[in-house]
């Protein structure tokens, strides 16, 4: 690990429904170091949660470089409840709370900025991005879940509850009904995310009377594996999901009138080919004008790069 050498440097947690990371990163957006492991997925309690993320931090920290830290971002799935710094009712991980900032306050004593994954994101594409020196723009990705955040005139939206853009439960499709994690039916992540992919092919296998090419049910990686290999089902179920997606992100150019959208997460970085064949040729809008749509140029560290960038931002 490089070794910090200014108060420039802030500690960034990324908590999300697979992954955890935690890394230092300095004021230019540098990633100093970088730990990853994964987010326990059937945790008794929060306690569970939180204690991997202490460990984390202890591997992707010396006790002697904390000294150099200025404060902790922490980007964790959402929602969020800002003011208790806690994460509510998650629907990616089976848990009805998980506190995150007065424990991680009092374990290293440092100053704590805290938001969903997605504001972050959106923060990190602003500071160091496709979002730089963009005034409109939506960071949207498609991962685990789905989520957005909202750059108007410059400005990041919250919302009330700092939860604004939760896109992943617009509703795109009426023909499966397909469940969402959140408990509702046809909305963009219960078909369109990672978790629910799988899901969604096997019903559409069933209904349409296809012949599933997987001996047991696949998982999101070898569906696009298999389309890109030519098998004709997996092909011709990306032709449909290519449309729901573009449904989901026509609704976003209607709701939000971007002049740019950067997708991430790791179902779209993973398959851009997939998405720019059999996506973004769908995607509309009602004025005719189609904002840029790109991939994030930050290779899925935006949220830890706008959790870093929040910890300077409070401290200007």
């Not at 939180?50 to 006790?63: D, K, T």
């Not at 909305?187 to 009377?209: K, Q, T």
Request: hydrophobic share 40%; glycine share 12%.
């Amino acid at each position: 690990m490089t070794s910090p050498d200014s108060s420039s440097i802030a500690l960034a947690v990324d908590l999300g429904a697979t992954n955890m990371r935690a890394g230092l990163v300095r004021e230019d957006g540098q990633i100093l170091s970088l730990v990853t492991a994964p987010t326990p997925t059937h945790p008794k309690d929060a306690d569970v949660i939180v204690r991997s993320l202490e460990s984390l931090i202890v591997s992707a920290v010396s006790p002697a470089a904390i000294s150099f830290v200025a404060g902790i971002g922490i980007s964790t799935a959402g929602p969020v409840d800002p003011k208790k710094g806690e994460v509510v009712n998650p629907p990616n991980i089976p848990l009805s709370f998980i506190p995150l900032v007065e424990p991680l306050k009092e374990r290293f004593g440092l100053p704590i900025r805290f938001m969903n994954d997605c504001h972050a994101g959106a923060r990190g594409e602003a500071a160091f991005g496709a979002g730089r020196g963009v005034l409109n723009f939506v960071y949207l990705t498609i991962s685990t879940g789905i989520g957005a955040g909202v750059y108007e005139q410059g400005r990041l939206l919250l919302g009330e509850d700092g939860n604004f853009a939760e896109v992943g439960h617009f509703v795109v499709e009426t023909t499966w009904n397909l469940p969402c994690g959140c408990g509702g039916r046809g909305h963009w992540e219960g078909c369109g995310s990672g978790r629910f992919i799988p899901a969604f092919f096997l019903e559409w296998c069933r209904s349409s009377n296809r012949l599933s090419p997987f001996r047991s049910t696949p998982d999101s990686a070898a569906i696009f594996a298999a389309a890109e290999s030519g098998d004709p089902v997996a092909e011709e179920f990306m032709s449909v999901l290519g449309k729901v997606e573009a449904t989901g992100i026509s609704l976003l150019v209607a709701a939000y009138d971007p002049g740019v959208i950067v997708i991430d997460g790791s179902v779209a970085r993973n398959n851009w080919h997939i998405f720019e064949t059999s996506v973004l040729p769908h995607v509309r809008s009602v004025s005719g004008k189609t904002p840029r749509i790109c991939v994030s140029p930050l290779g899925g560290n935006a949220p830890l790069l706008g959790a870093a960038w929040s910890v300077w931002a409070e401290q200007a």
